[in-house]
């Protein structure tokens, strides 16, 4: 509220002034019950502060001469004063934006000549995402003219900033320096990079180089992790024995193709059987997250959420419907499934 206060003062004070004044952005309020998805079950909905203080600011609806009592206009509403369901913010939590389920609190508000004279159309672009609100504009038939010299609001007015930052090529151009102070600058930048080289000098010599026979012992790679250490015994070398099958007669063209069909059936039946011990054994270890309940209202698994709001449930978990908020009659909206998730 005092936002809004100070607000008013300094947009009426503009208009004192004989300026134009144009209000846009979120007001954080929904003015009429026809802004708002819910004024019908909201308690003391025209009551609310907000509600109050947009009512002393803006004028009745319609773009009539007469009609203009107050100092503002609601844009939108001069030019679709019943218009429904023209909301610009929706829960994101809730996916409320999928049923419009929202309200309207992003404003394009114009003082009573300007809108009167100028504003041809406003406008709500909802389908524009990224967001939980959406953008709102105004078209007006206004011609741009250059001002004769800053607005006294203008950044470069503020003290913390007057005499810091006057324009924004001082980032893109180089300025000019001192002869002195560039001299200078040169000589240490020289001394420093003689300073550097020394130092890696003195590393290069101080560093202990590694000898060829410690060189060759090295671990060159991850293999050398699954080789046999050398300071181990060496076991003697395994006398070559000769196969059974040279040992054996010779086979015919139509046996060995018969002994290759069942060697490769039994080795796939092999891997076939590993995989299967392997998948059930993983799946008794790693049973994996229990089903989600279903809700009562459309018998479809509910999502977990878990309790921000400070007080003793704070943390806690529980379940309910996964649908996005709606209008409570309409069926395809989430139900008031609610359950608590039990303690693991």
């Known amino acids: 509220m005092r936002f809004y206060r100070l607000l008013q003062i300094r947009a009426e004070a503009l208009l004192a002034a004989g300026s134009h004044v144009i209000i846009l952005g979120d007001l954080n309020t929904a003015h009429r019950p026809i802004d ?10 025209e009551e609310d502060p907000g509600r109050k203080w947009m009512d002393g600011l803006l004028s009745n609806l319609g773009c009539q001469a007469g009609s203009h009592v107050r100092p503002f206009i609601d844009s939108y509403r001069c030019f679709q004063p019943k218009q429904e369901g023209a909301f610009t913010c929706w ?35 909802p389908e524009v995402m990224g967001s939980d609100h959406c953008p709102v504009g105004a078209v007006l038939s206004v011609s741009s ?33 001192d002869p002195v102070f560039k ?12 300073q550097m080289h020394q130092n890696k000098a003195r590393v290069r010599s101080a560093r202990p180089r590694p000898s060829h026979a410690g060189s060759s012992r090295g671990q060159k790679n991850l293999t050398n992790y699954f080789q046999p250490s050398s300071s181990r015994p060496q076991v003697s070398p395994i006398l070559e ?29 092999e891997a076939k059987d590993e995989k299967e011990v392997r998948t059930s054994f993983w799946k008794s270890v790693l049973g994996g997250p229990s089903p989600m309940p ?25 379940y309910m419907c996964a649908r996005p908020q709606g209008p409570p009659t309409d069926p395809s909206s989430r139900c008031n499934f609610f359950l608590w998730s039990r303690p693991s």
Request: proline content about 6%; aromatic content about 6%.
């Open 36 to 45: 708002h998805w819910d004024a019908v079950n909201l308690e003391c909905f």
């Open 91 to 125: 829960s994101a939590v809730s996916g409320a934006r999928h049923l419009n389920y929202g309200s309207r609190l992003d404003y394009v508000l114009g003082d009573r000549t300007l809108v009167i004279d100028t504003f041809q159309d406003s406008f709500r672009l």
């Open 145 to 177: 003219m250059p001002a004769k010299q800053c607005p006294p609001l203008c950044t470069r007015f503020l003290p913390e900033f007057a005499g810091t930052q006057l324009k924004i090529l001082r980032f893109l151009v180089r300025l000019k320096q």
């Open 183 to 194: 001299h200078s600058a040169l000589r240490l930048g020289k001394q420093t990079q003689v």
């Open 241 to 269: 024995l000769p196969s059974v099958g040279a040992l054996m007669t010779p086979k015919t063209l139509e046996e060995e193709a018969m002994a290759r069909v069942v060697e490769g059936q039994a080795s796939v039946s």
């Open 294 to 318: 279903l809700c009562g209202g459309h018998r479809e698994p509910c999502v977990m959420r878990t309790v921000k709001k400070p007080g003793p449930n704070l943390g806690r978990h529980f």
